[in-house]
């Protein structure tokens, strides 16, 4: 999904601030928070003297009830044969709210807190399993640890029906257990849709050469959804198409279905491209059982309609015609199988044929500002698009930081950059346009393609899920405070400012490298402005350093000069590094909830110290090889030969670190995920660079994605010439060249 809409909205200005809720104020912290709430003096002690009923509940509200209560709270609590005293009720019966509308009412919920009783009411068990997850979060310990409540009446419902969340699998695959652990903590907080980007993370019966190795059956993705469904949540498949289809052609069988020759968009020229993409559909389809939506993507689609074989010309107006002649019959064979059409409905699309589409698709972006009139004549239904990552690497840019350092440029990001993703979905939603129509639901985008850990996306989903529920409250500041609390328990400390040091560090990474257009492959196939526009791929990588001459050790350190301000800048950036992984240890310690999430970040503070290392390690080699220039010019072979000895050492023992390191984060990133490009009873992943779009997570078939700038400035050739040079001189000049160390592997 393009940014562009986002970015447009980071133009309006910066939101007023927000007054902390009541709630809140008074120590509690739920996500979202309820629609009306009426807060009483007095507070009710809860302890294990506390019983439950819960006679015609829901198996899946009174089990989370009763679990989380012992987990987060420590609260064994016994069931109840009748209410009474001391009693938590849970009930499904008639409930009257002013206010909600119909279309949630099976959604809303009510929760009175009184000394002595706490009963949550519900008309349907969505409203009673949310309601539930309202009380858990409601619960705090006092100064003696003793958990309570505050007497309180809550009355809460959605203001949004769909509440989606984003999962990218385009570059990797989550294990089932992690997806499970997602959707227990989006049904906490309230999100029930899934869009699951599947791509060739899922095997296809009816073309299984599209699946990757490994992907999920069909027994595996229904697993999933019925664990999902269970908690109220559709995990909705999200298959990229006609365009973004590089996971099916690049296939040899697929290759006479590519438009115009290329991996990116198939040829709806041709029936065989309907007939192939229905399978797909069908085949995830019987793999989803009791999911309502499907969303057939159609996303960034410039150019249908190009291939050669194509009857009508190529034009703007041909073009829509192909694009809404596709979204129809997607539509209608969709349809047929009881599931609702959800797309990305933008350019191409011109309004004629916008007025073509069936008026019960769901239009995830509303990409065109004329699209607004005829969507709203055609009481067609909506999406509010709001994106919590971008083009970020390493980790997203969630909170406002300090400013860019002077002469330092991010591109169209720059606004997202010191503003923060929180506070820009924050408006996204509360402020969007799509409010002049009939939105159905929120989409809380997540994109992977920078190569970011989905663990990364959480405040973000948090947030998506938030407003979806309750658009505009509370302010960003209020959401990250009480998502840390909410996320890793109450005994963490400083997490928000641990949140600005990963994004500090990631950003001071993604700056420190020359952005260079790909060596690799050509510039990619294009956007909207025309083949081979907008969409140029680059690289990270950084000029290596010289190499004295063999014979005089005469040396320009041309590194340390290109690189003078990220080598100035190594020191303070390690020191506050060093610092940042202090306090992810301290918190790991103290958090209750979600650990793992902090080693995922504290991995990435690992990598980005790395980089700190590797800067100063090449400057450092540098200064010694002028030094080696030097004593060589004096005729002192031996001092020579122990800088060049010096130099060399430095970057083997970079190498080394870069090895070690690289194990680390695999073991801790495949405790989330499988192995990346994994070769599985045999069958290896057929790796292709992507040349659609600047992802950098497709350099490589496998996690070495996240090292490929630093090889590519080709450090290890670099040391074995040096060494040869070394030994060389040594022996010209009867030096001893003992002590050149290789590199050696960290256990």
């Given at each position: 999904?393009?940014?562009?809409?986002?970015?447009?909205?980071?133009?309006?200005?910066?939101?007023?601030?927000?007054?902390?809720?009541?709630?809140?104020?008074?120590?509690?912290?739920?996500?979202?928070?309820?629609?009306?709430?009426?807060?009483?003096?007095?507070?009710?002690?809860?302890?294990?003297?506390?019983?439950?009923?819960?006679?015609?509940?829901?198996?899946?509200?009174?089990?989370?009830?009763?679990?989380?209560?012992?987990?987060?709270?420590?609260?064994?609590?016994?069931?109840?044969?009748?209410?009474?005293?001391?009693?938590?009720?849970?009930?499904?019966?008639?409930?009257?709210?002013?206010?909600?509308?119909?279309?949630?009412?099976?959604?809303?919920?009510?929760?009175?807190?009184?000394?002595?009783?706490?009963?949550?009411?519900?008309?349907?068990?969505?409203?009673?399993?949310?309601?539930?997850?309202?009380?858990?979060?409601?619960?705090?310990?006092?100064?003696?640890?003793?958990?309570?409540?505050?007497?309180?009446?809550?009355?809460?419902?959605?203001?949004?029906?769909?509440?989606?969340?984003?999962?990218?699998?385009?570059?990797?695959?989550?294990?089932?257990?992690?997806?499970?652990?997602?959707?227990?903590?989006?049904?906490?907080?309230?999100?029930?849709?899934?869009?699951?980007?599947?791509?060739?993370?899922?095997?296809?019966?009816?073309?299984?050469?599209?699946?990757?190795?490994?992907?999920?059956?069909?027994?595996?993705?229904?697993?999933?959804?019925?664990?999902?469904?269970?908690?109220?949540?559709?995990?909705?498949?999200?298959?990229?198409?006609?365009?973004?289809?590089?996971?099916?052609?690049?296939?040899?069988?697929?290759?006479?279905?590519?438009?115009?020759?290329?991996?990116?968009?198939?040829?709806?020229?041709?029936?065989?491209?309907?007939?192939?993409?229905?399978?797909?559909?069908?085949?995830?389809?019987?793999?989803?059982?009791?999911?309502?939506?499907?969303?057939?993507?159609?996303?960034?689609?410039?150019?249908?309609?190009?291939?050669?074989?194509?009857?009508?010309?190529?034009?703007?107006?041909?073009?829509?015609?192909?694009?809404?002649?596709?979204?129809?019959?997607?539509?209608?064979?969709?349809?047929?199988?009881?599931?609702?059409?959800?797309?990305?409905?933008?350019?191409?699309?011109?309004?004629?044929?916008?007025?073509?589409?069936?008026?019960?698709?769901?239009?995830?972006?509303?990409?065109?500002?004329?699209?607004?009139?005829?969507?709203?004549?055609?009481?067609?239904?909506?999406?509010?698009?709001?994106?919590?990552?971008?083009?970020?690497?390493?980790?997203?840019?969630?909170?406002?930081?300090?400013?860019?350092?002077?002469?330092?440029?991010?591109?169209?990001?720059?606004?997202?950059?010191?503003?923060?993703?929180?506070?820009?979905?924050?408006?996204?939603?509360?402020?969007?346009?799509?409010?002049?129509?009939?939105?159905?639901?929120?989409?809380?985008?997540?994109?992977?393609?920078?190569?970011?850990?989905?663990?990364?996306?959480?405040?973000?989903?948090?947030?998506?899920?938030?407003?979806?529920?309750?658009?505009?409250?509370?302010?960003?500041?209020?959401?990250?405070?009480?998502?840390?609390?909410?996320?890793?328990?109450?005994?963490?400390?400083?997490?928000?400012?641990?949140?600005?040091?990963?994004?500090?560090?990631?950003?001071?990474?993604?700056?420190?490298?020359?952005?260079?257009?790909?060596?690799?492959?050509?510039?990619?196939?294009?956007?909207?402005?025309?083949?081979?526009?907008?969409?140029?791929?680059?690289?990270?990588?950084?000029?290596?350093?010289?190499?004295?001459?063999?014979?005089?050790?005469?040396?320009?350190?041309?590194?340390?000069?290109?690189?003078?301000?990220?080598?100035?800048?190594?020191?303070?950036?390690?020191?506050?590094?060093?610092?940042?992984?202090?306090?992810?240890?301290?918190?790991?310690?103290?958090?209750?909830?979600?650990?793992?999430?902090?080693?995922?970040?504290?991995?990435?503070?690992?990598?980005?110290?790395?980089?700190?290392?590797?800067?100063?390690?090449?400057?450092?080699?540098?200064?010694?090889?002028?030094?080696?220039?030097?004593?060589?010019?004096?005729?002192?072979?031996?001092?020579?030969?122990?800088?060049?000895?010096?130099?060399?050492?430095?970057?083997?023992?970079?190498?080394?670190?870069?090895?070690?390191?690289?194990?680390?984060?695999?073991?801790?990133?495949?405790?989330?995920?499988?192995?990346?490009?994994?070769?599985?009873?045999?069958?290896?992943?057929?790796?292709?660079?992507?040349?659609?779009?600047?992802?950098?997570?497709?350099?490589?078939?496998?996690?070495?994605?996240?090292?490929?700038?630093?090889?590519?400035?080709?450090?290890?050739?670099?040391?074995?010439?040096?060494?040869e040079i070394t030994e060389s001189y040594a022996k010209l000049n009867g030096a001893n060249a003992d002590g050149l160390s290789e590199p050696q592997a960290e256990p």
């Amino acid at each position: 999904m393009t940014p562009v809409l986002f970015l447009l909205l980071l133009a309006a200005p910066v939101a007023a601030q927000y007054a902390p809720t009541d709630l809140f104020l008074r120590g509690h912290s739920v996500i979202p928070t309820p629609q009306r709430v009426e807060l009483s003096a007095g507070d009710v002690r809860v302890d294990s003297s506390w019983t439950y009923f819960a006679s015609g509940a829901p198996a899946i509200a009174v089990r989370a009830l009763v679990e989380d209560l012992a987990v987060f709270h420590g609260l064994e609590l016994k069931q109840a044969a009748a209410p009474g005293a001391q009693t938590i009720v849970l009930r499904v019966s008639p409930l009257t709210i002013q206010g909600v509308p119909a279309e949630t009412s099976t959604q809303a919920y009510r929760l009175v807190a009184a000394p002595g009783r706490i009963e949550i009411t519900a008309a349907a068990p969505a409203g009673l399993f949310y309601g539930v997850q309202t009380l858990i979060q409601l619960i705090r310990a006092n100064q003696r640890g003793e958990p309570y409540v505050p007497e309180c009446r809550i009355e809460d419902w959605p203001r949004l029906a769909l509440r989606f969340l984003h999962w990218d699998t385009k570059h990797h695959q989550d294990r089932i257990p992690t997806l499970k652990r997602y959707i227990d903590w989006a049904a906490r907080f309230k999100a029930n849709m899934i869009g699951f980007e599947l791509e060739d993370k899922f095997s296809y019966p009816s073309n299984p050469v599209i699946g990757a190795p490994g992907a999920f059956t069909p027994a595996e993705l229904q697993e999933i959804v019925d664990y999902g469904l269970e908690r109220y949540i559709q995990v909705v498949p999200v298959i990229q198409s006609p365009a973004h289809m590089a996971y099916v052609l690049k296939h040899p069988q697929f290759a006479h279905l590519r438009a115009d020759g290329n991996n990116y968009q198939s040829d709806l020229c041709q029936e065989e491209t309907y007939k192939l993409l229905f399978q797909m559909y069908d085949d995830v389809i019987a793999a989803t059982r009791g999911v309502d939506y499907f969303f057939v993507s159609t996303d960034e689609v410039y150019y249908a309609g190009i291939a050669g074989n194509c009857k009508l010309p190529y034009t703007p107006e041909n073009r829509s015609k192909h694009w809404a002649d596709f979204a129809i019959r997607a539509r209608d064979h969709l349809a047929s199988r009881d599931r609702r059409m959800l797309a990305w409905i933008e350019h191409p699309l011109l309004d004629g044929d916008m007025k073509r589409i069936p008026n019960d698709v769901i239009d995830g972006v509303v990409g065109e500002e004329s699209f607004v009139p005829i969507q709203k004549r055609k009481g067609m239904r909506q999406l509010i698009y709001a994106s919590t990552q971008g083009s970020e690497f390493l980790f997203p840019d969630h909170l406002p930081i300090e400013s860019l350092p002077p002469g330092v440029q991010m591109g169209e990001f720059e606004a997202v950059y010191t503003a923060g993703r929180i506070a820009a979905l924050h408006r996204s939603i509360s402020g969007s346009r799509v409010w002049r129509l009939n939105p159905i639901g929120s989409f809380a985008a997540a994109w992977g393609d920078s190569g970011l850990h989905n663990e990364t996306f959480w405040l973000g989903w948090s947030a998506g899920a938030r407003w979806g529920w309750h658009p505009g409250t509370p302010g960003p500041e209020q959401h990250a405070a009480e998502f840390m609390n909410v996320y890793y328990g109450p005994r963490t400390e400083s997490m928000i400012e641990i949140y600005r040091d990963v994004q500090r560090q990631a950003r001071a990474w993604q700056r420190a490298w020359d952005r260079v257009v790909s060596r690799v492959r050509r510039p990619g196939y294009g956007n909207h402005e025309g083949p081979g526009l907008g969409t140029t791929r680059h690289d990270l990588t950084l000029t290596p350093p010289g190499l004295p001459d063999p014979t005089t050790l005469a040396f320009v350190p041309a590194f340390s000069a290109k690189y003078q301000s990220q080598a100035a800048e190594a020191p303070a950036l390690s020191l506050r590094n060093n610092q940042l992984q202090h306090a992810l240890l301290a918190n790991i310690a103290r958090a209750s909830r979600n650990q793992y999430n902090l080693e995922v970040l504290l991995s990435l503070a690992r990598f980005t110290g790395h980089h700190w290392n590797l800067i100063s390690a090449v400057a450092g080699a540098e200064g010694e090889l002028a030094k080696a220039s030097a004593a060589a010019a004096d005729r002192n072979a031996a001092a020579a030969v122990r800088h060049l000895v010096a130099a060399h050492n430095r970057i083997a023992r970079i190498e080394a670190e870069s090895a070690a390191l690289r194990r680390y984060l695999t073991n801790v990133w495949e405790r989330s995920q499988y192995p990346k490009g994994r070769t599985v009873d045999g069958r290896p992943f057929l790796h292709i660079l992507d040349d659609t779009k600047d992802h950098w997570a497709d350099r490589t078939p496998d996690l070495g994605y996240m090292f490929y700038p630093e090889q590519s400035i080709g450090l290890s050739d670099w040391r074995v010439r040096l060494k040869e040079i070394t030994e060389s001189y040594a022996k010209l000049n009867g030096a001893n060249a003992d002590g050149l160390s290789e590199p050696q592997a960290e256990p």
